[in-house]
């Protein structure tokens, strides 16, 4: 059969896993007693909560007389790493864009990635179905991003023959022209296997060569590695070449060889140039190593992917919970896992500190280092997150910082409050365009600081109607000091149970963070207070019966909704003196200082 490798690219929710779900029930893959699984491609237990793609996944549908190789991309920013990689693999991309928000900040960089490796793009208009669609704008925007993209990256011959679909993936069509009959996905599908898309450019000779753009395991394989096959044959049991980073060479012999087919995997014999293989035998394997045939070793290019912009402080649990609710407590036991996370993330990394309890994660955003310190709750450990950090560089003598461009939909009625609220966080506004009679798009450049913590902060701003995009910049020089956040902390003053009573009596002082009878320990974060310096109380303290009672004197306790403490919450508030308590039962917020008379309640 011919052979095409394609990858599905957009912005965050803009349709590709739905899509994915369409074309592969258009192509018979399901059969008639077969369970049809929505959003089958989010196979992850914390993706199919969210309702992200998190991870890059492959499958493979047959059409006609080709084989399609698809890969599904994750559309949020933060995990641009996971679209780098799989853009390795495949020889064109079918670029979604939502029918009325358009093309976002992580359009650009998907695109502009694509158009450095040359490949094909086909654009896929998605949701015209929507009430607010405005198609021929968006077409407009798409032709003048290619034009942009092409003028900064200097490409003079780069050819503009765009071809562009239009579909809705929820109802299940796709179109050549907007007047076409809303049927079916067989135009979508006769578009990929058609002669736009070329077949995969391999390179001359039979002599092995294949790149790992991807790491995985099985219990009864054990660890194996994923990529395409650049030249040559690889076939079962022979032996082959391994080239990593250091540029030691090693022999391996291939043990198992699977291809991708429909939504799982076959085993073969041998595959050859131009075919996506997982192979088994090699232990050691990275995301970026070759690998060759033993009489002609020749490594090709490693992965570079876009450096990290963000960093966080890892430790182990210290607090006096410490043990109680997690399995995996000590510094090694960590280490190990944050080392396979940077393993099979090329977007990763990791690094000692001079405390041996603490460790350095560094990654392109807040949401991606939440997502593994998420999986490692799961796992059983138990651990303490810092204060997200930018990654700072000294450029010719100055301090220089990571800026994003941030493109923001706001109803009209909002665009003060979000405007005043970038300004304090030092954002510059670039754009302000209505989008039909009841929105307005904003563009912002602001240092990547200044968005940690302010994602809760703009969704109660606009009421849960905003839409926030961002994507790295560039650096520039440091933008000055800014406070982390306004409000200080109501800090949990000795070890107890809490109590409603004395819940109830501070309520005055601010929002709390904590439940009635929920155990606390001194220098436990319970609350945000209502002014700037934080406070110590005590939220333990129970009411004194007595013999005396006046009619009137007691009072009906009603304690507000506690707002449920997830992981990206507590890493957006906390300040620079405050951890994250982490375990697989509870998310808790503390002072790094416990004492009180070790610590002053005064922020500066």
């Known amino acids: 059969?011919?052979?095409?490798?394609?990858?599905?690219?957009?912005?965050?929710?803009?349709?590709?896993?739905?899509?994915?779900?369409?074309?592969?029930?258009?192509?018979?893959?399901?059969?008639?007693?077969?369970?049809?699984?929505?959003?089958?491609?989010?196979?992850?237990?914390?993706?199919?909560?969210?309702?992200i793609t998190i991870t890059a996944k492959n499958c493979a549908?047959?059409?006609?007389?080709?084989?399609?190789?698809?890969?599904?991309?994750?559309?949020?920013?933060?995990?641009?790493?996971?679209?780098?990689?799989?853009?390795?693999?495949?020889?064109?991309?079918?670029?979604l864009v939502d029918a009325s928000e358009g093309p976002l900040p992580q359009t650009r960089f998907v695109l502009s990635k694509a158009?450095?490796?040359?490949?094909?793009?086909?654009?896929?208009?998605?949701?015209?179905?929507?009430?607010?669609?405005?198609?021929?704008?968006?077409?407009?925007?798409?032709?003048?991003?290619?034009?942009?993209?092409?003028?900064?990256?200097?490409?003079?011959?780069?050819?503009?023959?765009?071809?562009f679909l239009f579909a809705s993936a929820k109802d299940g069509y796709a179109m050549n022209e907007m007047e076409d009959a809303r049927d079916n996905f067989i135009p979508l599908m006769d578009f990929m296997v058609s002669d736009f898309?070329?077949?995969?450019?391999?390179?001359?000779?039979?002599?092995?060569?294949?790149?790992?753009?991807?790491?995985?395991?099985?219990?009864?394989?054990?660890?194996?590695?994923?990529?395409?096959?650049?030249?040559?044959?690889?076939?079962?049991?022979?032996?082959?070449?391994?080239?990593?980073?250091?540029g030691k060479n090693k022999n391996f012999k291939v043990s198992n060889i699977q291809i991708f087919d429909k939504l799982g995997m076959i085993e073969v014999s041998s595959a050859d140039a131009g075919e996506i293989v997982i192979l088994s035998g090699l232990d050691e394997g990275m995301i970026g190593d070759s690998i060759c045939a033993t009489d002609n070793v020749a490594p090709l290019e490693r992965i570079e992917v876009d450096p990290p912009t963000v960093s966080v402080t890892v430790s182990v649990n210290t607090s006096p919970n410490s043990g109680r609710e997690g399995e995996y407590l000590t510094s090694r036991k960590l280490e190990e896992f944050l080392e396979n996370a940077c393993r099979l993330n090329v977007a990763l990394q990791y690094s000692s500190t001079a405390d041996p309890k603490e460790f350095e994660l560094k990654g392109r955003g807040e949401l991606q280092l939440a997502i593994v310190f998420e999986q490692v709750r799961r796992s059983g450990y138990e651990l303490m997150v810092a204060r997200p950090q930018v990654v700072?560089?000294?450029?010719?003598?100055?301090?220089?910082?990571?800026?994003?461009?941030?493109?923001?939909?706001?109803?009209?009625?909002?665009?003060?409050?979000?405007?005043?609220?970038?300004?304090?966080?030092?954002?510059?506004?670039?754009?302000?365009?209505?989008?039909?009679?009841?929105?307005?798009?904003?563009?912002?450049?602001?240092?990547?600081?200044?968005?940690?913590?302010?994602?809760?902060?703009?969704?109660?701003?606009?009421?849960?109607?905003?839409?926030?995009?961002?994507?790295?910049?560039?650096?520039?020089?440091?933008?000055?000091d800014m406070l982390s956040r306004f409000n200080g902390a109501i800090v949990a003053d000795r070890p107890g149970k809490s109590t409603p009573y004395a819940l109830f009596n501070l309520l005055p002082t601010g929002r709390q963070f904590i439940k009635p009878t929920e155990p606390v320990y001194e220098g436990q974060v319970v609350g945000e207070h209502t002014k700037t310096n934080d406070t110590n109380v005590n939220c333990i303290r129970e009411k004194h019966l007595s013999s005396m009672r006046t009619a009137g004197k007691d009072v009906n306790i009603i304690l507000p909704p506690i707002q449920p403490r997830t992981l990206e919450w507590a890493m957006d508030w906390i300040d620079d003196d405050e951890w994250v308590e982490v375990t697989p039962k509870m998310v808790r917020i503390r002072k790094r200082q416990l004492q009180k008379n070790l610590r002053s309640v005064i922020r500066t």
């Open 61 to 95: 549908i047959e059409w006609k007389d080709t084989k399609i190789n698809l890969l599904d991309t994750p559309g949020h920013a933060d995990f641009g790493g996971e679209v780098e990689r799989s853009l390795m693999m495949v020889d064109g991309i079918l670029l």
């Open 197 to 246: 898309y070329p077949a995969p450019k391999i390179s001359k000779g039979t002599d092995l060569q294949l790149l790992v753009t991807n790491l995985t395991y099985d219990s009864y394989l054990g660890s194996q590695v994923i990529g395409r096959i650049q030249r040559g044959t690889v076939k079962k049991h022979a032996q082959y070449t391994h080239c990593d980073r250091d």
């Open 1 to 51: 059969m011919k052979l095409k490798n394609i990858a599905i690219v957009a912005h965050v929710d803009h349709g590709k896993t739905t899509l994915v779900d369409g074309l592969l029930q258009q192509a018979g893959t399901y059969g008639d007693r077969d369970e049809v699984v929505e959003r089958v491609m989010d196979s992850g237990e914390i993706e199919r909560e969210r309702g």
């Open 392 to 480: 700072y560089k000294t450029v010719d003598g100055q301090k220089c910082e990571p800026f994003e461009t941030v493109v923001m939909d706001v109803p009209n009625g909002d665009v003060g409050a979000v405007t005043e609220a970038l300004s304090t966080r030092k954002g510059v506004m670039q754009g302000l365009i209505p989008i039909g009679d009841a929105r307005t798009r904003l563009d912002f450049e602001i240092p990547s600081r200044g968005m940690i913590g302010y994602r809760s902060k703009f969704l109660t701003d606009t009421k849960g109607e905003g839409l926030m995009s961002s994507q790295f910049l560039e650096y520039r020089t440091y933008a000055g």
């Open 115 to 163: 158009m450095e490796q040359n490949l094909k793009i086909g654009v896929l208009i998605n949701k015209i179905d929507r009430p607010d669609e405005r198609i021929s704008e968006v077409i407009d925007e798409v032709e003048e991003l290619f034009l942009d993209l092409a003028e900064i990256m200097g490409i003079e011959d780069y050819d503009f023959n765009i071809p």
